[in-house]
């Protein structure tokens, strides 16, 4: 099986969102926490993360990324198309 894969450093300022529609069937996120606080919902649950923390989530289903702080937030996010 081949798999595609985006890379992306985000820059969130506070309070902002990064909202995505869901991807093809079988597609996967990993988000690592550069800098700052994020959530990540994903489908129906949610997850709190701080600095030096990752995510791994499924994103054919619709799914957001939200800065929690008062300060910029950044990330590392790596899509997994399949």
Do not use: Q
Request: with cysteine; proline share 4%.
């Amino acid at each position: 099986m081949v798999c595609r894969f985006e890379w992306y450093e985000l820059s969130l300022p506070a309070n902002g969102a990064l909202v995505s529609n869901a991807h093809e069937p079988g597609t996967r996120e990993h988000l690592t926490v550069l800098a700052g606080s994020i959530e990540i919902e994903a489908g129906s649950s949610s997850r709190r993360l701080k600095t030096g923390e990752t995510a791994r989530y499924a994103a054919d289903a619709p799914h957001a990324i939200r800065n929690l702080g008062r300060g910029e937030a950044k990330a590392l996010l790596i899509v997994i198309h399949r």
